[in-house]
């Protein structure tokens, strides 16, 4: 939003709004203006733009012609044996290609290319053959300086070679791009020689396929070499395992795995039969140990239970019935089954230390027997496992070498080179270029100055800036010295200048209708603006409608007025403010005026106060009363407060501001002076206007006296 916008006070009373400077917003339609008043300017740089373009096209530039070789990467190639086993080919991926692009711009191909085309004695890529340039000579100049001020006996730069150096700039001129979604790629070259930029680039693609063609039978002349070695070593590796093999076998006795399983059987069986056997020796063993218990005792009842035995039984039965005889046999009989179960014992005990030791032994057997054929075994899978790879080396072997002599290239041409056409320099192009370049600088350098002009060129941007009317638009008057100035009104009463100074003295008269001013006051920011002039040349206009007019100079310290005038009296303003001399018997009045005029007179005594005086002040009144129009010419109001004095005691306050040259930030500042004393500006005077300046800003034609529209209505000035 924008901010509410200041009013000022016109010098008619009525409220003019001011736009706020402060605002952000862009204002398009002033840019447009802007590049429309600098036109001239941007033809100009434009017009520039596209000589120098011609000049550089047609006159410097040295012509450039590329040729393009189209190549395309084998991705069905037919092998006669699988030798992708043992050499791999190319991948089709986009990494691959563009590795194949790298591969085709490297150093080591285009050396060869540089030796076979006896590059280097051509001084398009070996920079050492051209003549000097005066650009190099600066600048080797320059270096030779750098390196003396860095400490002067520095290492040597290492200089590359002729060969390194064309190789270079080759590889600068050189180009390869690749289509995509297929496998083809294109590699160009642009040379000063359209023939020979089709000689390079085919020579190039023919180096480059015999380099992959190279490339392979290298890799395969080295594999058959690594696959020559390795198949002999296998072979001996073979033959060795194989007599260690049969060696193994002889010194062993060799069992299958099933007689083994056997014999795992029977030593399953014996120690079962052993585990029997040692249970019987055990029952035996206690038998023996309860018959020999019973035998102690005497227990004959026991006995016979425990045995079951029917002899002892019957015995028992006798000797209860009291045959001595019988108790006799009885023991003898226990005995007797003792003794057996004694014997029984051994002879179990002896079957079991047999069982035992076969048992044993073929436990011995067993682990002796699978010792061997494990290691049997695994001899047997290592000649089988270096067989295996024997023969894979022995197949590849054979492969290889019959691939020798079956080579091809993974690319292939498809197009070749034809002779160059022309791409450098781009005249349409760079034409246009310049073209467009030029009206973009001409735009910059216009908008430039329109944004960094701190001056004022039109009465509408002074109008902007005060807030005040611009009464009067003065052109800048044709004559050398300033006692020329009245002779030039005179001789000149139509010309533009004396135009518009007719035109302000009828707004500044017409300012107020009721009480038109009568002492009017001429100032400006600082010297040099033109006050002094329009004072002069307006005292001469009212002059010429038969008025009676006092021109006073009341600038007492610089004390220019005498430089308009051939003869001035010694007497002047602090004369008449004495009192002492009437003031008719003070001024002078000259012929060619027409007016009076009262010269300013150095004073011991401040300017500012004498201004402050009550003398002054009734000798203003007095002059009101003598003359119909008393013109003031006042000191610049920024260097002395003179103006802001004597500004009390007029009725008008003429401002002049000098055409594009004084500062927009010394005329506010010389406004708020005025405010500050609450005085304002009557009326505005843009002053020493150059009509030409105006046209070569592009304002010509728009505004006041200075138009060209007028041209027919002033006299030539």
């Given at each position: 939003m924008k901010d509410v916008a200041k009013?000022?006070?016109?010098?008619?009373?009525?409220?003019?709004?001011?736009?706020?400077?402060?605002?952000?917003?862009?204002?398009?339609?002033?840019?447009?203006?802007?590049?429309?008043?600098?036109?001239?300017?941007?033809?100009?740089?434009?017009?520039?733009?596209?000589?120098?373009?011609?000049?550089?096209?047609?006159?410097?530039?040295?012509?450039?012609?590329?040729?393009?070789?189209?190549?395309?990467?084998?991705?069905?190639?037919?092998?006669?044996?699988?030798?992708?086993?043992?050499?791999?080919?190319?991948?089709?991926?986009?990494?691959?290609?563009?590795?194949?692009?790298?591969?085709?711009?490297s150093r080591r191909v285009l050396g060869k290319l540089v030796d076979n085309l006896n590059l280097v004695d051509d001084p398009e890529f070996n920079s050492n053959l051209r003549p000097p340039s005066a650009l190099s000579g600066v600048m080797g100049f320059v270096l030779g300086l750098v390196r003396s001020d860095d400490g002067g006996e520095g290492e040597e730069p290492?200089?590359?070679?002729?060969?390194?150096?064309?190789?270079?700039?080759?590889?600068?001129?050189?180009?390869?791009?690749?289509?995509?979604?297929?496998?083809?790629?294109?590699?160009?070259?642009?040379?000063?020689?359209?023939?020979?930029?089709?000689?390079?680039?085919?020579?190039?693609?023919?180096?480059?396929?015999?380099?992959?063609?190279?490339?392979?039978?290298?890799?395969?002349?080295?594999?058959?070499?690594?696959?020559?070695?390795?198949?002999?070593?296998?072979?001996?590796?073979?033959?060795?395992?194989?007599?260690?093999?049969?060696?193994?076998?002889?010194?062993?006795?060799?069992?299958?795995?099933?007689?083994?399983?056997?014999?795992?059987?029977?030593?399953?069986?014996?120690?079962?039969?052993?585990?029997?056997?040692?249970?019987?020796v055990e029952?035996?063993?206690?038998?023996?140990?309860?018959?020999?218990?019973?035998?102690?005792?005497?227990?004959?009842?026991?006995?016979?239970?425990?045995?079951?035995?029917?002899?002892?039984?019957?015995?028992?039965?006798?000797?209860?019935?009291?045959?001595a005889e019988a108790a006799e046999l009885f023991d003898q009989r226990l005995e007797t089954l003792a003794t057996r179960a004694q014997a029984e014992r051994v002879r179990l005990g002896n079957q079991v230390d047999a069982l035992r030791q076969s048992y044993e032994a073929l436990q011995d057997r067993i682990g002796t027997q699978s010792e061997d054929l494990v290691r049997i075994q695994q001899m047997e899978r290592e000649v089988e496992t270096t067989r295996t790879l024997y023969e894979t080396f022995l197949t590849r072997l054979k492969e290889t070498a019959v691939q020798r002599g079956l080579q091809q290239?993974?690319?292939?041409?498809?197009?070749?080179?034809?002779?160059?056409?022309?791409?450098?320099?781009?005249?349409?192009?760079?034409?246009?270029?310049?073209?467009?370049?030029?009206?973009?600088?001409?735009?910059?350098?216009?908008?430039?100055?329109?944004?960094?002009?701190?001056?004022?060129?039109?009465?509408?941007?002074?109008?902007?800036?005060?807030?005040?009317?611009?009464?009067?638009?003065?052109?800048?008057?044709?004559?050398?010295?300033?006692?020329d100035l009245i002779g030039y009104l005179q001789d000149k009463p139509t010309s533009a200048a004396a135009e518009a100074v007719r035109n302000l003295r009828t707004s500044i008269l017409l300012s107020d209708i009721d009480s038109p001013p009568k002492v009017i006051m001429s100032t400006s920011s600082l010297p040099g603006e033109g006050k002094t002039t329009l004072a002069v040349a307006l005292s001469q206009n009212l002059a010429g409608l038969g008025k009676r007019v006092l021109l006073i100079e009341g600038d007492i310290r610089r004390r220019t007025l005498n430089e308009y005038f051939n003869e001035a009296p010694r007497g002047g303003l602090i004369t008449a403010l004495a009192g002492d001399v009437p003031l008719h018997e003070i001024v002078f009045f000259d012929?060619?005026?027409?007016?009076?005029?009262?010269?300013?007179?150095?004073?011991?005594?401040?300017?500012?106060?004498?201004?402050?005086?009550?003398?002054?002040?009734?000798?203003?009144?007095?002059?009101?009363?003598?003359?119909?129009?008393?013109?003031?010419?006042?000191?610049?109001?920024?260097?002395?407060?003179?103006?802001?004095?004597?500004?009390?005691?007029?009725?008008a306050v003429v401002f002049s501001v000098a055409w594009d040259k004084t500062n927009r930030s010394q005329v506010m500042a010389a406004m708020r002076e005025f405010e500050s004393v609450n005085l304002r500006v009557t009326a505005?005077?843009?002053?020493?206007?150059?009509?030409?300046?105006?046209?070569?800003?592009?304002?010509?034609g728009k505004y006041g006296a200075y138009s060209t529209y007028g041209s027919g209505y002033y006299e030539a000035g």
């Open positions: 009013t000022l006070i016109t010098p008619k009373g009525t409220e003019r709004p001011q736009p706020d400077r402060g605002d952000d917003e862009i204002d398009l339609m002033e840019l447009a203006r802007a590049i429309w008043r600098g036109k001239w300017t941007i033809a100009l740089t434009t017009v520039a733009a596209v000589l120098l373009a011609g000049y550089y096209v047609f006159g410097v530039a040295v012509p450039k012609y590329r040729s393009t070789v189209v190549m395309t990467l084998e991705v069905r190639s037919k092998q006669v044996v699988d030798i992708e086993s043992v050499i791999s080919g190319v991948s089709t991926e986009g990494a691959a290609l563009n590795t194949e692009v790298e591969v085709l711009l290492v200089r590359k070679t002729p060969r390194d150096l064309t190789i270079d700039n080759l590889r600068e001129a050189l180009s390869a791009s690749v289509k995509r979604d297929t496998y083809v790629y294109t590699l160009s070259v642009t040379t000063a020689d359209a023939l020979k930029s089709a000689r390079i680039v085919n020579a190039l693609a023919d180096i480059y396929i015999d380099e992959q063609i190279a490339v392979k039978f290298e890799a395969t002349e080295q594999a058959v070499s690594w696959l020559s070695e390795r198949v002999t070593e296998l072979e001996a590796d073979l033959r060795a395992k194989e007599e260690n093999l049969k060696a193994a076998m002889a010194e062993t006795d060799l069992i299958s795995a099933e007689v083994l399983e056997g014999l795992n059987l029977q030593v399953k069986d014996l120690r079962d039969r052993l585990q029997e056997m040692n249970g019987q029952r035996a063993g206690e038998a023996e140990t309860r018959l020999r218990a019973f035998l102690e005792t005497g227990d004959r009842a026991a006995a016979v239970e425990a045995t079951g035995d029917a002899t002892l039984k019957r015995l028992l039965q006798s000797t209860s019935d009291g045959d290239a993974d690319s292939r041409v498809l197009s070749d080179a034809i002779i160059g056409n022309k791409v450098e320099p781009r005249s349409a192009m760079t034409l246009a270029l310049a073209l467009i370049l030029g009206a973009m600088v001409g735009a910059a350098v216009v908008l430039m100055q329109q944004f960094l002009h701190n001056t004022f060129r039109t009465a509408e941007d002074l109008e902007a800036a005060t807030g005040c009317a611009v009464m009067g638009q003065i052109p800048a008057m044709p004559f050398k010295a300033r006692k012929e060619r005026l027409g007016a009076d005029v009262l010269m300013g007179q150095k004073s011991r005594a401040n300017a500012a106060d004498i201004f402050s005086s009550d003398r002054f002040r009734e000798f203003v009144a007095h002059a009101r009363e003598s003359y119909d129009y008393v013109i003031i010419d006042t000191p610049p109001v920024l260097v002395v407060p003179d103006a802001r004095v004597i500004g009390q005691h007029v009725d505005l005077v843009l002053s020493q206007i150059d009509p030409k300046g105006m046209k070569r800003y592009g304002y010509g």
